[in-house]
């Protein structure tokens, strides 16, 4: 018996260790505040919801364990008996829905900000196939699919594992800095997710239909990133590479890429 | 106790009821979707031709609206479809016509049916077709080409804030199940 | 339907050895039996497909399993665990508890009883079976969206079938406890007097007589769409594949109630019993459970804010999110105020019902944050959202099954359960429910989608840490295994009130509780 006891007491520390060691494990473990405007304000609410959390955790928990602690029999304590309080229901049913209020108008205007595709530079069409990825510039008439180049064997664990091991691509997703790129995103076959954590923009491709997304990245760069809707059996290894380079320099690999004959098809009709 | 036994029957009765109820709930589903997404618009439903009060059929030619044209191949289908013009600039309020030229480069006829879809959500219900070979489904003989006309309008309540409209069409081959759906048809009234 | 009371008049149950007394019985107790051990068979089975993931997912690189394999593993288990443990789990409870608690001689309708139970079996045969067929077990995740999911081979008909079975059962006895509870209440037992679980339970079995019918729609549709030619879910007839998704959150975000509401009975019951004090606002906490599960049916879409909705949808579907965490966060704060002031012991029940209360709160905490909807679309399909949904189930769900076993074993069998071994498996469960589900945030914010069988290199980490914590879960529930085995079999007898300050009905029959209890209605104070 006394044996148990010891080892319950070693179990309690031992939990306290795996809940503050697993913090210090080195790896990214946050999400990334990217490099729009729109996923910095994302991360800075994704943090004031965060710490929301933890104060709310920390009066409510605090509480608990107070309570634990002074409330208990060993204390020789004897029970209260109250059972109800109208007021403090009241309070503590309406101080939460006034902080959730709170909470929601920030995300609204996010949200607003998200969905105005307007006043847009360029259009990448997005396609989403099993597995892999089809890229269009709309107007500038480059087309290419984009598809996992890790190799199998560092799948098979037969080769060292490269540093952007299942997050590489044969042809990246080129997009100048500083312009609004719109995508539209679509699917050919099962439902697919296009995600780029740095640009905050995840959309489902949905077979039939368009769905529309925007990015203005700040700093050039590539970005990584994954399918994010289970599309079947290889759905883990379709990433997303976005490289993100000065305008002069997305001119010169446009002209590099275009196909003539869809780059003439493109005219614009006024009437 | 028997009065308590044929109220527990009669409770049980109506909850199984319910359940069947609920069954069927999940079939109205399937129209109240449609009407939900009439009112946000958030899909095309064929009813396009809404009726449109005469003030809405004027031209508003102080604004000029970006249309963008755009075409997508589902799995398996092979034709090859290019819109006649990717872009096009007009006028809410005015109809306009342009069409899809479709070739079907097989060696079988084949029979697809084109799905529309448009960017972003907000403009849905303000694209109104007039004509679109998307209302029904197009049969092409091996090795034909084929124009397939397109006559829309832009309500002009289109909100304000929307310069551009994308309308999307992907095409399906339906080559297969063409002729089992003209007998299936009438059970589809969701169609 | 001869009779409201138990079906059979033997006086004393047949040998336990004998088959014929657990095919045919209508006795609410050897059901409540069947049900809690089929539920921790499936609760092994769901157990170590859970471990084949996590052993896929130990290091970057494939090792063990085909991807294919992989993604039914993933399907499978949540089938499994969703409507093989959890549910049946809470349906035993209830065929145990919910008689003795309003002081009922059974449930109201005995034969459907037995086969409401007896449908299970045959349910998850058929659904483990999928797994040897052409094409391999269902893979498209248990959200089954087309059109994905149309891509199963030879097993989706059959899946399809055995679902449907699974919610035939799961109506019947929802159906069983709407009619126990409003109909066999003892003379004075009035609703307002009724005990939380049973409440939640009523609430809960409401629920599932509204929804479970909804998803049978759905999944007939896809069969109908896969075999029969319509085009529900089919954009080139017509139909709309995001349709699926909102038919199936109609029915899955009630569903997760459905699969917490019972653990806030049972919460609710032990809290006051180890604080020997009443507990606080019993009218709140009812009215919380009546506004949850109304909310419950109009948030279903934050599951799907990414797929393009327009923004007043989005908008709205934040906002009723959002509102939901109010009454969720009022059950909280009145468990507390149980707590405050009384004077606690901690016996194992206890420990599971605290544990409870924090990790389902870290869960509600996480479903917060998931309902922003703009920040919904970092989170949403990664490891954050596994690491929420896990959070309120295992040590959610889970931990009050467990709490729910400990505290009314000894009613049930008895005996005493022992006490030290009964700590030492909170503590390991609770140590490596959180070594489990904890980095699963670390890696889903920096950027791991789900349902992956391979993952970039730096996830490793913690990824690492959750395989080693999955193993030691598994592990840790064998010896809650062997616990309940040798409290059964032996150890102290338990008294009939069994805890010190426990209150209600059950408490008053002795321990054992006989056979047949409540025939004659008891007196109510
Ligand atoms: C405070 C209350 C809660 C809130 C605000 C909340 C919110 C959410 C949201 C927004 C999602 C979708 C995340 C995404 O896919 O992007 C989600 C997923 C989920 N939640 Fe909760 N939740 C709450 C409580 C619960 C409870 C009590 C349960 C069950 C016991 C639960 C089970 C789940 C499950 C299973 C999923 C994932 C389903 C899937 O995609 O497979 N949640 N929750
Ligand atoms: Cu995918
Ligand atoms: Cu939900």
């Known amino acids: 018996m006394f044996a148990i006891k010891r080892l319950n007491a070693w179990l309690g520390l031992a939990f306290i260790s795996v809940v503050s060691g697993s913090a210090f494990a080195g790896q990214p473990m946050n999400m990334t505040p990217g490099v729009t405007d729109i996923s910095a304000e994302v991360y800075d609410m994704h943090m004031?919801?965060?710490?929301?959390?933890?104060?709310?955790?920390?009066?409510?928990?605090?509480?608990?364990?107070?309570?634990?602690?002074?409330?208990?029999?060993?204390?020789?304590?004897?029970?209260?008996?109250?059972?109800?309080?109208?007021?403090?229901?009241?309070?503590?049913?309406?101080?939460?829905?006034?902080?959730?209020?709170?909470?929601?108008?920030?995300?609204?205007?996010?949200?607003?900000?998200?969905?105005?595709?307007?006043?847009?530079?360029?259009?990448?069409?997005?396609?989403?196939?099993?597995?892999?990825?089809?890229?269009?510039?709309?107007?500038?008439?480059?087309?290419?699919?984009?598809?996992?180049?890790?190799?199998?064997?560092?799948i098979n664990n037969d080769e060292e594992k490269g540093e952007n091991y299942l997050l590489e691509v044969d042809n990246e997703l080129v997009i100048p800095v500083g312009k609004k790129v719109r995508f539209l995103i679509t699917s050919n076959d099962v439902i697919h997710a296009w995600w780029v954590p740095d640009l905050a923009v995840k959309k489902d491709a949905v077979p039939g239909f368009i769905n529309e997304a925007w990015a203005r990245v700040n700093e050039p760069g590539i970005y990584r990133g994954q399918c994010a809707e289970l599309c079947g059996r290889h759905h883990g290894f379709m990433p997303v590479v976005v490289r993100a380079v000065p305008e002069a320099e997305y001119r010169q690999w446009v002209a590099a890429n275009a196909k003539p004959e869809s780059a003439t098809e493109y005219a614009v009709v006024s009437q | 106790m028997s009065d308590k036994t044929s109220k527990t029957t009669r409770g049980a009765t109506k909850l199984a009821?319910?359940?069947?109820?609920?069954?069927?709930?999940?079939?109205?589903?399937?129209?109240?979707?449609?009407?939900?997404?009439?009112?946000t618009g958030l899909r095309f439903t064929d009813e396009e031709a809404v009726a449109l009060s005469p003030q809405e059929l004027e031209e508003d030619t102080s604004r000029l609206v970006t249309i963008q044209f755009d075409v997508s191949m589902n799995q398996g289908m092979s034709w090859h479809v290019k819109p006649e013009m990717q872009v096009m600039e007009v006028h809410p309020g005015r109809v306009y016509t342009t069409f899809y030229s479709a070739s079907n480069r097989t060696v079988g006829e084949m029979v697809g049916q084109a799905v529309p879809s448009v960017a972003p959500i907000a403009a849905n219900k303000y694209l109104v077709k007039t004509e679109c070979f998307c209302f029904d489904n197009q049969t092409i003989a091996a090795g034909e080409t084929v124009n397939m006309p397109l006559s829309f309008m832009l309500n002009p309540r289109l909100p304000p804030n929307v310069n551009l409209v994308t309308l999307s069409y992907t095409f399906f081959d339906i080559t297969k199940n063409a002729s089992a759906e003209n007998q299936l048809d009438s059970v589809l009234a969701y169609k | 339907m001869s009779t409201v009371a138990a079906g059979d008049h033997h006086d004393h149950p047949e040998s336990p050895y004998s088959i014929k007394r657990w095919l045919f019985t209508t006795n609410h107790k050897d059901i409540g039996t069947l049900y809690l051990w089929f539920s921790f068979i499936m609760?092994?089975?769901?157990?170590?497909?859970?471990?084949?993931?996590?052993?896929?997912?130990?290091?970057?690189?494939?090792?063990?399993?085909?991807?294919?394999?992989?993604?039914?593993?993933?399907?499978?288990?949540?089938?499994?665990?969703?409507?093989?443990?959890?549910?049946?789990?809470?349906?035993?409870?209830?065929?145990?508890?919910i008689p003795m608690m309003i002081g009922a001689p059974d449930m109201a309708l005995p034969r459907m009883n037995n086969w409401s139970f007896w449908i299970l079996p045959f349910a998850f045969a058929m659904m483990l079976s999928t797994l040897f067929m052409d094409g391999g077990g269902p893979a498209g995740g248990w959200t089954l969206y087309p059109p994905l999911t149309l891509q199963t081979g030879d097993a989706l008909p059959f899946v399809i079938l055995s679902m449907h079975f699974m919610g035939l059962s799961s109506i019947m006895g929802a159906i069983n406890v709407v009619a126990t509870v409003l109909n066999m209440r003892a003379p004075g037992m009035t609703l307002m007097k009724m005990p939380l679980f049973v409440w939640t339970w009523l609430i809960t079995a409401y629920l599932l007589i509204a929804v479970m019918p909804v998803l049978a729609g759905g999944i007939t549709m896809l069969l109908t769409d896969k075999?029969?030619?319509?085009?529900?879910?089919?954009?080139?007839?017509?139909?709309?594949?995001?349709?699926?998704?909102?038919?199936?959150?109609?029915?899955?975000?009630?569903?997760?109630?459905?699969?917490?509401?019972?653990?806030?009975?049972?919460?609710?019951?032990?809290?006051?019993?180890?604080?020997?004090?009443?507990?606080?606002?019993?009218?709140?906490?009812?009215?919380?459970?009546?506004?949850?599960?109304?909310?419950?049916?109009?948030?279903?879409?934050?599951?799907?804010?990414?797929?393009?909705?327009?923004?007043?949808?989005?908008?709205?579907?934040?906002?009723?999110?959002?509102?939901?965490?109010?009454?969720?966060?009022?059950?909280?704060?009145?468990?507390?105020?149980?707590?405050?002031?009384?004077?606690?012991?901690?016996?194992?029940?206890?420990?599971?019902?605290?544990?409870?209360?924090v990790m389902f709160s870290i869960g509600g905490f996480s479903g917060l944050m998931l309902a922003l909807a703009p920040v919904d679309f970092q989170y949403h399909d990664t490891y954050f959202v596994v690491a929420h949904f896990h959070y309120v189930l295992v040590p959610g769900s889970i931990f009050a099954i467990i709490a729910a076993v400990y505290y009314w074993l000894p009613k049930w069998c008895g005996n005493m359960y022992s006490e030290g071994l009964g700590k030492t498996h909170f503590w390991l469960s609770t140590i490596f429910v959180n070594l489990t589900f904890f980095p699963m945030h670390f890696v889903g914010l920096a950027g791991m989608p789900r349902r992956i069988p391979d993952y970039a290199l730096q996830f490793s980490d913690y990824n690492m840490m959750a395989t080693i914590g999955a193993f030691g879960f598994g592990l840790s529930q064998l010896l809650f295994l062997v616990l309940v085995i040798k409290a059964i079999r032996s150890g102290n007898k338990a008294t009939s009130q069994v805890w010190e300050d426990a209150e209600g009905l059950e408490w008053t029959l002795p321990s054992p509780a006989p056979y047949h209890s409540f025939s004659t209605p008891p007196a109510i104070k």
Not at chain 3, 74 to 87: D, E, K, L
């Open chain 1, 48 to 154: 004031i919801a965060f710490w929301l959390c933890v104060v709310i955790a920390v009066v409510v928990f605090g509480a608990m364990f107070y309570s634990i602690f002074a409330h208990r029999k060993s204390r020789g304590v004897t029970p209260a008996t109250f059972h109800e309080s109208t007021t403090i229901e009241a309070i503590w049913t309406i101080i939460p829905f006034v902080v959730l209020i709170a909470l929601s108008i920030p995300a609204t205007k996010t949200l607003i900000d998200m969905y105005d595709t307007s006043d847009y530079d360029l259009t990448v069409k997005i396609t989403g196939y099993q597995w892999l990825w089809h890229y269009e510039y709309v107007e500038d008439g480059v087309d290419f699919h984009s598809k996992l180049q890790t190799s199998i064997s560092q």
């Open chain 2, 17 to 39: 009821l319910a359940a069947v109820f609920m069954f069927s709930f999940g079939y109205l589903l399937v129209p109240l979707y449609d009407v939900f997404c009439d009112l």
């Open chain 3, 43 to 97: 609760f092994l089975i769901g157990g170590v497909m859970a471990l084949v993931i996590r052993t896929e997912l130990f290091q970057p690189g494939l090792q063990f399993v085909d991807p294919q394999f992989f993604n039914s593993m993933t399907t499978m288990h949540a089938i499994m665990m969703i409507f093989g443990v959890v549910m049946p789990a809470f349906t035993g409870l209830a065929n145990w508890l």
């Open chain 3, 227 to 357: 075999y029969f030619g319509t085009s529900f879910f089919n954009a080139a007839g017509g139909g709309d594949p995001v349709m699926f998704q909102h038919i199936f959150w109609f029915f899955g975000h009630p569903e997760v109630y459905i699969l917490i509401l019972p653990s806030f009975g049972v919460v609710s019951s032990i809290i006051p019993t180890f604080a020997r004090k009443p507990l606080f606002g019993y009218a709140s906490m009812v009215y919380a459970t009546g506004a949850i599960a109304f909310l419950s049916f109009i948030v279903w879409a934050h599951h799907m804010f990414t797929v393009g909705m327009p923004l007043a949808g989005e908008l709205f579907f934040m906002f009723a999110t959002m509102l939901i965490a109010v009454p969720t966060g009022v059950k909280v704060f009145n468990w507390i105020a149980t707590m405050w002031r009384g004077s606690m012991t901690f016996e194992t029940p206890m420990l599971f019902a605290l544990g409870f209360i």
